[in-house]
């Protein structure tokens, strides 16, 4: 198949805890890819060393063609990979817009001359930004378009993560991974954002995503293929239905006696 991302021999240690293992891993253009296990399985850490917050012990990751293995995560994210994170990572006295143009860096002039000299090229960039920044946001939810200068404190958790994700897809990634994105919402909300998200998809085929979750009827609903670590290591791939009938992963994680 043709590759987006792929993972060769990655490994990560931190002390005697192994969290990769000689990972394999690949990811299709367009593709949804749910990525399950148990707690402490190397989920979060693979993320994290794709996106150049933890440096690889040894392997290497090719995004799009380049090797990025220990890449900046500034590097990583011109690249084309943005991420949400399981923790909100949200600034809550902040107003809708200010949260999503945080990521937004890699197309905002930030040189002191324009931005104090060149008003009418300022304004400009405030109007385009401001349009897709809104354009985003009615995608998810309407009603927070007409909101964009109002502080995200005042918003439920649903709306929160749903301006997070905004944020990640303001710079037009190639590459979305999502880490959790139902943590701390009721089931109703999550179905919402899972609706959500699947929109997303649709209306931007050139997008290719990794959800890391454990609720496993949002990974049933919206992944095209599932990926299962253990101790770092993968133990299956496929469909959601088949991993979850095999036996190792039901000893691992999916609740088998």
């Avoid at 979305?176 to 899972?194: K, N, V």
Wanted: charged share 25%; aromatic share 8%.
């Amino acid at each position: 198949m043709s590759v987006l991302l792929e993972a060769r021999g990655l490994s990560k240690h931190f002390g005697g805890v192994q969290a990769l293992d000689g990972l394999d891993l690949a990811v299709a253009p367009n593709e949804i890819l749910g990525l399950i296990g148990p707690n402490g399985s190397g989920k979060t850490t693979f993320f994290n060393v794709v996106t150049g917050i933890y440096a690889a012990d040894s392997g290497n990751v090719v995004f799009d063609g380049r090797d990025v293995t220990n890449a900046s995560a500034r590097a990583v994210y011109e690249a084309g990979i943005s991420r949400t994170f399981q923790r909100s990572r949200l600034s809550l006295p902040l107003s809708i817009f200010d949260n999503i143009m945080i990521g937004n860096h890699k197309r905002l002039n930030q040189g002191l001359w324009f931005n104090l000299v060149k008003r009418g090229d300022f304004r400009r960039e405030f109007e385009r930004s401001y349009a897709d920044a809104r354009a985003l946001l009615e995608v998810f939810e309407p009603g927070l378009a007409g909101r964009m200068f109002e502080p995200v404190a005042g918003l439920p958790m649903i709306d929160r993560r749903r301006i997070e994700i905004c944020r990640a897809l303001i710079n037009a990634p190639k590459l979305l991974l999502l880490d959790e994105p139902s943590a701390g919402m009721t089931h109703d909300e999550t179905a919402e954002l899972m609706n959500d998200i699947l929109l997303v998809r649709t209306r931007n085929k050139d997008l290719t995503i990794i959800i890391v979750e454990h609720e496993m009827g949002v990974i049933e609903r919206i992944t095209d293929r599932c990926v299962v670590l253990n101790f770092g290591r993968k133990i299956a791939e496929g469909p959601y239905r088949a991993v979850a009938a095999d036996a190792q992963v039901q000893e691992a994680y999916l609740g088998a006696a």
